[in-house]
């Protein structure tokens, strides 16, 4: 089973510029999530779909980070205009979206960014 | 989701075993524990989850203890692969599906 893939795994921008992340989850999978990780914390949520609606943009900065999931498989996150604070590996998961708490998440390998 | 504590650090040696400990004093009745772990420079990877009873996979053991305020992941002989950082995770059962990472139990192997 091919896992998520995400792109790209390195991004090096200046502030005040934008990137955008790319993930593909694994085949089926109905809910996709990303995740943000700070070095030295654990992952924090940033946004869960279930095929292609939030059910969770709580902590999602939305004044500069913004996300899509077009017709329910891959999805994009995008960062306009980036902080220095936003440096950090962004984590793309996805999930059966099976009821109850038996649920299991598959992570990608993440996306390095850094703001300088 | 209801909080977890881990120890922030632990060292154990090659080819012996771990026994990694989670407190969640306030869990419900519907909150399953789940272990994940990161290897270094990649994403999160499930390892293990349980409700009630003590749970055994591929990978690792999971006791849990009988009032379920606590729960030990057990690796049962380490190997330097195993170096890599645990979390401890409550999930309701009946609540969202996401996770909600702390900071984990960063484990040392050494050789």
């Known amino acids: 089973e091919a896992g998520v893939a995400q792109s790209p795994r390195y991004k090096i921008i200046e502030k005040r510029q934008s990137v955008a992340f790319w993930c593909n989850p694994i085949s089926g999978h109905a809910t996709l999530y990303w995740y943000q990780q700070i070095l030295g914390q654990g992952p924090k949520l940033l946004i869960q779909f279930q095929n292609n609606g939030v059910v969770d943009d709580s902590q999602l900065p939305k004044d500069r980070f913004s996300a899509e999931r077009l017709k329910g498989v891959d999805s994009t996150l995008k960062i306009q205009p980036a902080k220095l604070e936003d440096s950090a590996v962004y984590l793309c998961a996805s999930s059966l979206g099976l009821a109850g708490g038996a649920n299991v998440l598959t992570f990608g390998a993440g996306s390095r960014l850094t703001v300088l | 989701d209801a909080k977890t504590t881990q120890p922030n650090s632990m060292e154990s040696n090659e080819e012996e075993p771990v026994h990694l400990p989670c407190n969640h004093s306030t869990i419900s009745g519907t909150d399953y524990i789940h272990w994940y772990r990161q290897l270094p420079s990649q994403g999160p990877e499930y390892v293990i989850h349980g409700l009630t009873s003590n749970v055994n996979n591929r990978m690792a053991s999971l006791a849990i203890a009988e009032d379920r305020k606590s729960s030990t992941l057990i690796l049962h002989r380490a190997t330097l692969r195993d170096a890599a950082v645990y979390y401890c995770i409550l999930r309701d059962?009946?609540?969202?599906?996401?996770?909600?990472?702390?900071?984990g139990t960063r484990l040392t192997i050494i050789p």
Do not use: A, H, W
């Open chain 2, 93 to 103: 059962g009946f609540g969202n599906e996401k996770l909600t990472f702390g900071t």
